[in-house]
Every structure is written in C-alpha cells, then in structure tokens.
C-alpha cells in the first residue's frame, strides 16, 4: 500500500472511530459527478469508501452539463445541477466542477483528493442542529438556533447500493462505472425556522433509502441532517 493511500486508510479508521456516536447526525458528503467526465470515476471510488461509513451521509449527484460531449448520464438531472450551481457562489468558486465534493454545505473539495476530503470532514465535526427524527409518513423537527433567512428541508431519496453503468460513448466509453449512494429524488419538503416542525414525508419507492437535510436557503450550511 502507498503511502498516500496508507495515510488515507489511518485517517479513515481514527475519523470513524472519533465520529461515531454522531452516527444519527452524519456529516454529509456530495458528489457532482458525471458519467462523461474522465476525471470522475477516482472520485466516485472515494465516495464508495465514504458511504461505508456510518458517522458520513455520501450522495452522488449526477449533472447534466456534460452530456453534450456525447454521453448522456443515466442518473442526471437538471434539479442536481441546479443544486451545484446554488453552491458556486456561496463557496466562492469561479463556476461548477466535476468532480466536486461538498462538506455539509461548508466546504469544497477536488473529488479525486481523499485525504482532503477527510480533513474536511472532521472540520465539519462541529455542527451542532436540531434533532431530526424520520418515521411513516413525516419528519419531525426539534427546536433550535435559526438560521439568518431561515432553513430549507430537504428530501432526498438514493439507492443505498453500489450500482455499474456501461459507459458507450464520450470520454469513459468502453468502460464501466461504479457508483454508490446515487441520488434519484431532490425535492423541497418546505421551510424551518427554528421552531419545531414536523412536515408530511411521501412514501418511498423502489427501496431507495431516505435522507433529510435542513439547510440554510439558497445553497447554504447544512445544519442537521438524518436518513433511514
């Protein structure tokens, strides 16, 4: 094993170890990748290691601006581009990327750099938010700091397995790529304030698993997040 790789392994143990009791408030970690993008699929391995973690929420969104080069991403939606694009101004990039991490909406990562990532996640381990508990039907929201403009909830629904895509064209034709945590669904379920809440939840389907996030609006901090 190489000594980046190593390094990337012991920080990976000691962070899990110190992180796990916030298994119910993961820190979360998306991805803007795309199936087109060459320098994608090391980025998407490390989110493959990252999902295995408990105290981490991995997502994997796939934008849709790549698939004019001649390969149009199966998973890709305007809605998740749309979610890259409320986050450049916000962390102070000159535009959107791939691959593109994001650390609970507070931090930005080139998605190839493991050993960043994890630095970012334990800097993120700070975050303290209200509870979120999801159950049949709806999530509830406890009591707690409001945000300046206040907080947007967030549903997200995404396959819990690794799944592989053929690629046949583009960039990464001929080959064939895993993904994990893919993200199907990104819906707007209303707004929290800072008083306690609790809001309708639409069932789930094709057994993909559920994750709230609570936001500060417009592609802001993450501040409490949950899944089942």
Known sequence: MGGRSLAAALAMALLGASHAARAEQPIVVELFTSQGCSSCPPANANLIQLADRRDVLALSYSVTYWDRLGWKDSFGKA????????????????????????????????????????????????RRGPEVEISAGKVAIGAGTPQLGGADVWLVRFDPNTV????????????????????????????????AATLPLPPAVDKLQTAILVQARDGGPIVAAARR
């Open 79 to 126: 809605e998740f581009t749309r979610r890259q694009a409320d986050y450049v101004p916000k962390l102070g990039l000159d535009g959107p990327f791939t691959p593109h991490m994001v650390v609970d909406g507070r931090f930005s990562a080139v998605g190839q750099d493991l050993n960043e990532v994890l630095g970012l996640v334990a800097r993120a381990g700070d």
């Open 164 to 195: 592989r895509v053929a690629v046949g064209r583009g960039e990464n034709s001929g080959r064939t790529l895993p993904h994990a945590h893919v993200v199907h669904e990104l819906r707007r379920l209303g707004g929290w304030t800072g008083e």
